[in-house]
């Protein structure tokens, strides 16, 4: 390998422009960024190559840049340095008792949180349909704390699709509905299910709580609902 390919100092490089080009989450591999995500990537995932502004300790490709080149690539206020290409990994089929399925949940700072807390709580198949925030780009990757490398993540197809496939494998869903009935503590919850949570403004769409088995809304007073993230976390918790 010469020097060129070793060492960035221009944003007009190819390698520069093709990575710049993975910050939307899109492609098959994405832009991974900080040293604590980095190092989770290096840890759980086909990393293709590192950028950073001094050496860094890895077994893959290393490319040196410019503080210039770095500003270009990140997508923080500072840098801290050292970005990442990583291969999303492979999904598999849902597994466990209890899924995540997000119907259009756009915010990308409520779909990292959610991705993180689901972690947390056992949630480890996460469904994202079209409409939702990537989970592969750079905001949600960050909200997350590196909860993608944990979890079976699930895009594509829309979520009417994802959640008949999910109803026929025997999955009761559950989904979010100030029209349905509230959470009370002597609530029992199906042996498999599926908790659906929907878009911030509009809720779960109206096809999808049309194949709904269960329609469920935390009880709240004064304000009429709670973000979408912060009631995923609550639901989370007590499923």
């Known amino acids: 390998m010469d020097i060129e390919q070793k060492f960035v100092s221009s944003l007009d490089n190819r390698r520069i422009k093709e990575a710049v080009a993975l910050k939307d989450g899109k492609s098959s591999r994405f832009l991974c960024e900080g040293f604590h995500l980095v190092e989770m990537a290096l840890r759980h995932a086909d990393v293709q190559c590192v950028f950073s502004l001094k050496p860094y300790p890895c077994k893959c490709e290393n490319i040196l840049v410019t503080s210039k080149v770095m500003a270009k690539l990140s997508d923080m206020m500072t840098p801290e340095g050292v970005v990442a290409i990583v291969h999303k ?71 009417f699709q994802r959640s008949a496939e999910l109803k026929e494998q025997g999955y009761t869903l559950l989904s979010t509905d100030l029209r349905g009935e509230p959470l009370a503590p002597t609530y029992q919850k199906p042996t498999r299910f599926v908790l659906i949570l929907g878009n911030e403004a509009r809720g779960v769409s109206p096809k999808v709580l049309g194949l709904s088995d269960e329609r469920i809304y935390i009880p709240i007073s004064t304000i009429e609902s709670l973000n979408v993230a912060v009631a995923g976390g609550i639901l989370m918790h007590c499923l």
Request: glycine share 10%; aromatic share 6%; with cysteine.
């Open 89 to 159: 990994k492979k999904s598999g089929p849902c597994t466990s008792d209890k899924v995540l399925l997000l119907d259009e949940v756009r915010d990308p700072g409520n779909v990292g949180t959610l991705l993180r807390t689901a972690l947390a709580f056992g949630y480890k198949d996460v469904v994202l349909p079209r409409g939702n925030a990537s989970a592969y780009s750079a905001r949600v990757i960050s909200a997350s704390q590196g909860a993608i490398f944990a979890l079976n993540l699930i895009e594509g197809a829309s979520s």
